[in-house]
């Protein structure tokens, strides 16, 4: 098999998945969306679809697209921690300020 068999086109894709909630098949703007946003897997990380912009359009390996869903279906207790997952959660610019605020009154209550 060559290498350009295996390119599938998002209107490819389309045809190949079923659809959900009683639609034929997957909308071409959701796999637009797998490749730029990605999806959350079950371990919380993103897993987004490889895929090559050619001109206007996006090719995908066939290969890629099975990586896509066997990352996404994957047992996280079977995977190794995601370097996404196992770190500290980060706080927003708001969050940190609002903490800071708080600390810093304790702190004049305190007489520090």
Not at 52 to 78: N, Q
């Amino acid at each position: 098999m060559s290498a350009d068999a295996e390119l599938l086109t998002i209107s490819q894709i389309v045809a190949r998945l079923p659809g959900a909630r009683g639609a034929r098949r997957v909308h071409p703007a959701t796999i637009t969306r797998w490749i730029l946003v990605g999806c959350p897997a079950r371990d919380g990380h993103r897993v987004k679809l490889t895929a090559t912009r050619a001109g206007s359009r996006w090719l995908v390996r066939e290969a890629d697209l099975e990586v896509f869903f066997a990352a996404l279906a994957a047992d996280p207790s079977d995977m190794p921690p995601s370097p996404l997952t196992s770190g500290p959660v980060s706080r927003s610019i708001a969050s940190q300020r609002k903490s800071s605020e708080r600390a810093a009154r304790q702190l004049e209550r305190m007489g520090a």
